[in-house]
């Protein structure tokens, strides 16, 4: 049977914060793609209140989600970006997608519900960061037009041992 046929897309709503919880940790934990950007102890440390409050989508924040009977399987988030005065500046985050049902297009259709969102609620940029090592989401994003605006290197993981560049992009939509 074709995965791709048996995935339902949409925002998350509040009934999916135990949900959000752990696919978030799970990332953490197994991918160091998505855990370069994210503490792990700080992600225990929320309350099943603050997993609701994550999981509900505002009229300034979003998570899309791919679900494959009932479970999430594929995230990505849209919020206004918070260190610049602009409002008109997105700030995409959180994207993850289980390894297995990697090159299906799910990826892809959560991009595009992202984007959308972030178009309709009057943003005209959108930045975000990528892994340096992951060439599938460079290439992706290249080919939607965005652009790479710096490099960062980070520090990360258990006492802050392990080091990557986190590539900072800028995709700008035309009206």
Known sequence: MNKQHQIEYR???AGDGEQLKAL???AIKND???SFTVDLQVESERSNGEWVVMATE???KVFFGAFHNGLLIG???AKPWAKGSDPKVAHWFSTYLCPEYRKL???QRLY???EHWTINHGFKTAIFSLHAENERAISIHNAQGAKEISREL????ENNQEKAFALWYCRTFQP
């Open 24 to 26: 978030r940790q799970m």
């Open 112 to 114: 595009q519900m992202r």
């Open 11 to 13: 925002a998350l709503q």
């Open 75 to 77: 995230m990505v988030g």
């Open 58 to 60: 505002t009229s300034t």
């Open 154 to 157: 980070i520090r990360f993981g």
């Open 32 to 34: 160091v793609v998505f």
């Open 105 to 107: 297009g799910i990826a």
